[in-house]
Nanobody, 128 residues
Framework: EVQLVESGGGLVQAGGSLRLSCAAS????????IGWFRQAPGKEREGVAC????????HYADSVKGRFTISSDNAKNTVFLQMDSLKPEDTAVYYC?????????????????????WGQGTQVTVSS
């Protein structure tokens, strides 16, 4: 059974850092594209970052470039999202997602409807 479990969310002051983890089971993360998405109250789900070992690519939303870093540890079957210089507008529930087909071509990674598997989410709150 494919499962994704996010952790690492919490409350942090603006300018602070958090590291989110997405622990995968039931599949090998280096065979899949793994993405991070977020959804704030009243807003649509948006893509934050994506990584594919198959194509050796990473992608970031413009709003987080230079502040967030996505990485993977294949031995732990876990993907991380290091979030630095956090802003109040980063406040949202963060989800990780996985998809096999997207691992071969991540051009449309921001389209959350294309992702097959989702975690339950972890809350990130950035205070001003």
């Amino acid at each position: 059974e494919v499962q994704l479990v996010e952790s690492g969310g919490g409350l942090v002051q603006a300018g602070g850092s958090l590291r989110l983890s997405c622990a995968a089971s039931g599949f090998a993360i280096d065979d899949y594209a793994i993405g991070w998405f977020r959804q704030a109250p009243g807003k649509e789900r948006e893509g934050v970052a994506c990584i594919s070992s198959t194509t050796d690519t990473t992608h970031y939303a413009d709003s987080v470039k230079g502040r967030f870093t996505i990485s993977s540890d294949n031995a732990k079957n876990t993907v991380f999202l290091q979030m630095d210089s956090l802003k109040p507008e980063d406040t949202a529930v963060y989800y990780c997602a996985a998809d096999l087909l997207l691992s071969y071509g991540t051009a449309r990674w921001v389209d959350w409807g294309l992702w097959t598997y989702w975690g339950q989410g972890t809350q990130v709150t950035v205070s001003s």
